[in-house]
């Protein structure tokens, strides 16, 4: 009996099933996930935390997560996967960026701190992405903002916004992490040379994974005009600011609470 076609189908085999072991395994290891911080030592005030799965469907993306300090503070389910969330199109030029939210690290301690983004596949594997890297100190906000304000939201102010708006008295607190609506529901501002301010965002943190206005439409500069004993503030937007509940709770005369 001849051996020789038997044996050949044999080392055949053998090879299709080492081959197919071998690409399985690569495809495996090929999964792997990126962020934006990659690279970063030392983070500004303000930075785009953007997960960038590698070699994979992105349909087939389960879940990306966001660790600080081995604390979860964000997870996202739909590309393109920024921290905080992102309420644009698909990113087709760099302006579409703005769409996002960003890492504002004015809540953190200045010092060291660790970033992870886990991506999860349908398929049960996971990739991470582990950056180390120093947190500056959050600046004070100019003295003439910091501390608590007042102003009550009327009827009509609320009409402004979309549905639901609570009105009354609402209050809201500067601080270096932001304006806070509630305690740990901080937005972000940044202070304009001019006096003027841009409104951003919702300030995320593993304890607080929404606050602020239209979580993260873009963001918006509104004037300002201080009464000149500072007591007082008048809040415009200018032009139109597209997050209707913003205007109808911020625009107005904010009364300094003592």
Known sequence: MNTRPRFAI???????????????????????????????KVLPLRIHW??????????KVFEVDYFIDGKKAWDEHNPPYYYGGYSGQLPSDA??????????????KPGLHVFTVRALAST??????????????????????????????TPDDAKKGPPGIPTGRWTITVSSVGWATAPGDNFDVRYLADGNVVMGPEVVTP????????????????????????????????????????????????????
Do not use: Y
């Not at 290891?29 to 970063?40: C, N, P």
């Not at 049960?124 to 582990?130: L, P, Q, V």
């Not at 600046?139 to 102003?151: I, L, S, Y």
């Not at 500069?221 to 913003?246: E, I, K, Y």
């Open 207 to 258: 304890k607080k994974q929404a606050g602020g206005f239209c979580g993260v439409d873009p963001p918006h500069t509104w004037t300002v005009a201080l009464s000149a004993d500072d007591n007082s503030m008048q809040l415009d937007p200018l032009g139109t600011d597209d997050c209707g509940d913003r205007v109808a709770v911020m625009q107005g005369t904010w009364t300094r609470a003592h």
């Open 50 to 59: 953007i997960a960038h799965p590698r070699h994979i469907d992105l349909a």
């Open 95 to 108: 302006a579409s960026v703005h769409d996002g939210n960003s890492l504002v690290t004015a809540f953190l």
């Open 124 to 153: 049960g594997h996971t990739a991470t992405d582990t950056v180390k890297a120093r947190v500056i100190p959050a600046p004070p906000p100019p003295a003439k903002f910091a501390g608590p304000w007042t102003r009550v939201v």
């Open 10 to 40: 044999m080392t055949f085999l053998v090879f299709v099933i080492a081959a197919s072991s071998a690409l399985a395994g690569n495809e495996t290891k090929r999964f792997t996930v990126t962020s934006s911080l990659d690279g970063k």
